[in-house]
């Protein structure tokens, strides 16, 4: 799997994987459980993983929900 974004953001990280829901684009939220180590104050970001062969269409979707800016 390759990383498609990284944040400390919980909602963005929630609406993205709602969005590639939506578009039948299997993901991994990596990191997820990390608030351990960081005593759950969130400074450990988390990453959006998806498959390779489905990246573009990933960014494409993330570009076209005006999140382009937030791609790794």
Known sequence: MQELMRSNDAVLISFVGSLLNDAGI????????????DGSIGALPRRIMVEPDRLDQ???LMRDADLGHELS
């Open 58 to 60: 990933a960014r494409r």
């Open 26 to 37: 299997p993901h991994f939220v990596a990191d997820q459980h990390m608030s351990i180590l």
